[in-house]
């Protein structure tokens, strides 16, 4: 079932406030990339399409320019894997495939993975849908380009790069719906005992520690118990989250029990101005 993006998104990003966050926070790599990324999201389609095909080149190149390394220290393994084939045009698409050295391939596969990844974003943006569709564009478009650029296509140059992106659009689609199939079946085996526990860590930036906590079978129907003595068991829980999270627990703690509502995780309440819930059943 494709996945229905947000339709209501900002159309335009202030560059200033992204160069001022770079001058403030340039030791700070992690909080760059989270800018950055807020940042383009908020771009027009064409600027985080742009965006997104950089990103994919450079990672594109980066894997062209290995394969290209391993293949010089072989000269002769292209040969041999092209020989395997019995159809005389597969055996030439596989030469011209591996042919050419650390540059040529980076130069190859850095088209391939840029186009893939800026057709896929634009799509996303101008559908506002992620489904199979836009995996099926991105790979029709990627295969013509590859073909073209590392010489697969042959002599008739437009029918071999057709060709070659309609089988990367089958490709890519069968790779999309395993990966979808594969998503369902895992959170369907997701245990619902940690409902509440996955919820709360999300909302609090902690959900790499819910590993721990299943480990020490923190439940959803203990969080209303959960002390200091509980959350040091969970060894990857540092202290500053710990304490983060058990206040958290503490302002709660009267809403966690068992069959309760959850608590507005997302939007936490501010600090009671009064003496506490206790008082209320006096007024």
Not at 255 to 281: A, D, E, I, R
């Amino acid at each position: 079932m494709p996945a229905v993006l947000e339709a209501a998104r900002p159309q335009h990003a202030d560059p200033g406030s992204f160069i001022r966050s770079v001058q403030q926070n340039w030791r700070q790599p992690q909080v760059l990339k989270t800018q950055l990324d807020s940042w383009v999201t908020k771009s027009p389609p064409a600027i985080e399409s742009l965006m997104a095909t950089l990103s994919g080149g450079f990672q594109g190149a980066a894997l062209g320019g290995v394969m290209g390394q391993m293949t010089s220290m072989d000269p002769n393994q292209a040969n041999k894997m092209a020989a395997g084939a019995a159809n005389p045009d597969i055996q030439k698409q596989m030469m011209a495939l591996q042919q050419g050295g650390p540059w040529v391939q980076a130069r190859n596969f850095a088209v391939f993975s840029g186009v893939s990844a800026g057709l896929n974003t634009l799509m996303k943006r101008v559908r506002k849908v992620d489904d199979v569709r836009n995996t099926m564009v991105a790979g029709f478009g990627s295969g013509v380009c590859f073909s073209l650029v590392s010489g697969m296509a042959g002599p008739n140059a437009l029918q071999g790069a057709f060709t070659s992106g309609v089988l990367m659009a089958l490709a890519q689609a069968a790779f999309y719906q395993i990966g979808a199939t594969w998503t369902k079946r895992t959170k369907a085996t997701e245990s619902p005992e940690y409902m509440r526990v996955r919820h709360l860590l999300e909302s609090l930036g902690l959900a790499t520690h819910l590993k721990g906590f299943q480990g020490q079978q923190l439940t959803d129907s203990t969080i209303y118990l959960w002390n200091n003595s509980a959350l040091k068991s969970v060894r990857s829980l540092r202290a500053g989250p710990r304490l983060v999270l058990l206040n958290h627990v503490d302002r709660y703690r009267h809403l966690l029990k068992p069959n309760m509502p959850p608590p507005p995780y997302s939007h936490p309440l501010p600090p009671p101005s009064g003496p506490g819930p206790s008082t209320q059943g006096r007024k």
